[in-house]
């Protein structure tokens, strides 16, 4: 009787422990209050140079790291990514963290109006982690109260009473675009942000820099930061066409390898001006003293201040002549085949039918100069070697050394590591790893072919002589 009544208490008792057991794995509240926990995430950029990202955090267990992971958004180029990391936490339970990105530096530029996504990773002493979910930022600069207004696809940025004047921004944005995507043929695929300064004193810790001597002798009207970005310094109406016929000459030109030459994107943009009258002097001045620029030597901007106006005046006059000449269809032909990867000087003889030399000797004549006898170019035919994908303008992508101890570098999802293209031996040497991975290659695999033989002939006689056994024995 005592012994039935042990087994009813023990199997009474099992009953609880599973009882129990079920409800402890079927309770996610009792997890959850235990694990890392984030509230109250801010972004805050006092000014252009930095922006700090910050959370509070509740892990009970301790914080062991804090990771921030952006992605500034670019819809032509790609997205460029990185990560500032902090490991300095004190013991505790609560946690306000805090990183700070520089965005204004000697390895990386990443320009107001830029798009952020981003979000934490969170590492807690005992091993737990949280990764919280994508938010989205617009990067401002900090010492102005912004507002906005839109027209179409084009929104433009402010600050002040200036609202009529952005209206006027945006509208002739907007007008400059689509006038250009018909010179052009091509539709530009995603919505333009225009940040405009009251001034150029206001903007200039914003800008681009091209150079100290540059910048402090060369009005800045405005410039093109991104493939969707527009800075505006001058609120000129031909300031703000000029601008943003580059976002459409980038579109129209600019290839995964290939780009347009600078003559013939500061060309076209000056051409969609309203006026030209800033650069007629320059050109004439040039043109009569026999002074201009060959063309070949126009393919990257000019940093020299005092070349800005001949530059950008000549660059116009040859694109007028190239569309007076030999018309629309043939220039927005010209900017396809680059595109699609022709060199300049391959694009023009497709197109045009001269190189870059022959096309300035063209224009020179028809401006009432001599053409100048030029020695002919020789193509390169070295063997192609592998590279990486290439980082998106104006937003590097190497941050290693800009003096932020937490950041690392992550390559945007379009990125190849520079290390998976391996350095081409020179023209008629064999490359050292390779001949040492012949010879010995070749003794391994005549050892290896040894031993698979003699393998081979032992289990071809084991299996023999057992089908002999086999064979004999009575049935």
């Keep these: 009787m005592a012994d039935v009544r042990i087994a009813r208490v023990l199997r009474s008792c099992s009953l609880l422990v599973a009882l129990a057991l079920g409800l402890a794995l079927a309770w996610p509240a009792a997890a959850d209050a ?9 972004v805050r950029s006092p000014d252009p140079t930095e922006i700090t990202f910050s959370a509070r955090v509740a892990a009970p267990e301790g914080l062991q790291e ?3 992971v952006y992605r500034v958004l670019n819809p032509k180029e790609g997205d460029v990514g990185g990560s500032v990391v902090r490991e300095d936490f004190a013991p505790g339970r609560e946690f306000d963290v805090s990183v700070t990105l520089e965005t204004r530096t000697s390895q990386r530029y990443i320009p107001i109006g830029s798009q952020f996504r981003y979000h934490w990773r969170l590492t ?11 938010e989205s930022y617009l990067f401002l600069d900090g010492r102005y109260p912004w507002v906005s207004v839109q027209e179409g696809d084009v929104t433009v940025y402010y600050y002040g009473t200036a609202h009529d004047r952005s209206e006027r921004v945006a509208q002739a944005t907007r007008s400059a675009i689509e006038d250009t995507e018909e010179l052009l043929q ?25 150079g100290l001597v540059f910048d402090e002798l060369v009005r800045t009207g405005g410039q093109r930061v991104g493939s969707d970005l527009l800075f505006v310094f001058s609120a000129t109406m031909d300031v703000v066409r000029h601008e943003a016929a580059h976002i459409v000459t980038s579109v129209a030109g600019d290839g995964p390898f290939t780009s347009i030459p600078s003559w013939l994107d500061e060309g076209t943009a000056v051409y969609m001006q309203n006026s030209q009258l800033n650069y007629d002097d320059a ?60 060199t300049t000087d391959s694009g023009l003889q497709q197109i045009y039918g001269v190189d870059q030399d022959g096309l300035y000797n063209l224009w020179r004549v028809a401006k009432g100069l001599e053409a100048i006898d030029y020695a002919p170019r020789v193509e390169a035919t ?25 950041d690392r570098e992550e390559a945007s999802p379009t990125t190849t590591p520079e290390s998976a293209a391996p350095a081409a031996p020179a023209a008629g040497e064999p490359e050292p790893e390779a001949a040492a991975a012949s010879e010995d290659g070749g003794g391994s695999n005549t050892m290896i072919a040894i031993v698979i033989g003699l393998v081979t002939l032992l289990l071809g006689g084991g299996l023999g002589g057992a089908a002999f056994y086999l064979a004999r024995r009575p049935g």
């Design 283 to 342: 050109v004439a001045f040039a043109i009569a003293a026999d002074r201009t620029i060959r063309l070949r030597n126009m393919e990257a901007p000019s940093n020299n201040p005092n070349e800005v106006n001949l530059f950008y005046g000549q660059s116009w006059s040859v694109v007028d002549y190239m569309l007076e000449e030999f018309g629309e269809q043939r220039f927005a032909e010209l900017y396809r085949v680059i595109r699609e990867g022709a």
């Design 66 to 68: 804090a990771e921030l």
């Design 124 to 134: 807690g002493a005992d091993g737990s982690s949280l990764v919280t979910d994508e």
């Design 382 to 406: 070295a063997a192609p070697v592998a590279e990486g994908t290439r980082a998106p303008l104006a937003i590097p992508t190497s941050i290693g050394s800009s003096g932020d101890s937490g």
């Design 186 to 210: 091509v539709k530009v695929p995603f919505p333009v942000r225009v940040m405009v300064w009251a001034s150029e004193a206001d903007g200039e810790l914003a800008m681009r820099s091209r």
């Design 34 to 42: 235990d694990g890392i926990e984030v509230s109250e995430l801010r």
